[in-house]
């Protein structure tokens, strides 16, 4: 579904991504993991056109979105959601849900997209009118994955989605990862926690410094002893694998 080829970007005169080869299969989770700065959040900003690629090929589905604008990109089913969350607290959760739909052009399903989040996320159903500036940081990266699913996304980029929140909301909510993927919704999960991030993707690439330095299956990664000794020793491993 997703293939990037030889990417290199650049923040002005610094080089961020330094050749990066990665395949997404469709229906697939992958994985995208390392240390804070190795590059993740900007792989995923180059492929959803916030930054452009300075070389290299991004094809998906025989397009190439190295020569589309970032609103092209959302229209291809390509959809973000954002680490920190980024929702808009002056807009109640309603509202909030109502922005991620603005890209879709059969306004006619967004409905079955509000009863589709809310079936995943009870609480926002019961909060939908109050703001999102009162939710808790759980709620609110509910809330900025469900936004994320009202654009009926193809292709969900999730960067950081454990971030900042408490180890029983992060359980609630790789559960509901768990659960788009097994829906058909084709997953490139950004993790800093890889234990966490391994119990749930298909396969698996590990960056540091704008480069990837492995790639395998799950399985695969995780018996890998750098792996093992550098990222697994200090995190317990999720429940329920």
Known sequence: MLALTGIHTHYGHVEA?????LTVPEGKLVALLGSN???KSTT?????????SSAGKIMYEGYDLSRLNARQIVNLGIIQCPEGRRIFTGLSV???LIMGAVSRKDKRKTSSSFDKVFTV????????????ATLSGGEQQMLAIGRSLMANPRLLLL?????GLAPIIVDEIFDVITKLKQSGVTILLVEQNVNL??????????????KIVLSGSSETIRSNPKVEQI???????????
């Open 44 to 52: 995923l900003m180059t492929i959803s056109g916030i930054i452009n």
């Open 94 to 96: 309603m509202e909030n």
């Open 159 to 163: 960067d950081e989605p454990s971030l």
């Open 17 to 21: 991504l330094k050749g990066i080869d």
């Open 121 to 132: 996320f009870p609480i926002l159903a019961e909060r939908r009118n109050q703001s999102a």
């Open 37 to 39: 700065g190795a590059g």
């Open 231 to 241: 990222y697994l020793s200090e995190v317990p491993e999720r429940e329920g694998k």
């Open 197 to 210: 991030a391994l119990s749930v993707a298909d396969e698996c690439y590990i960056m540091e410094t704008g």
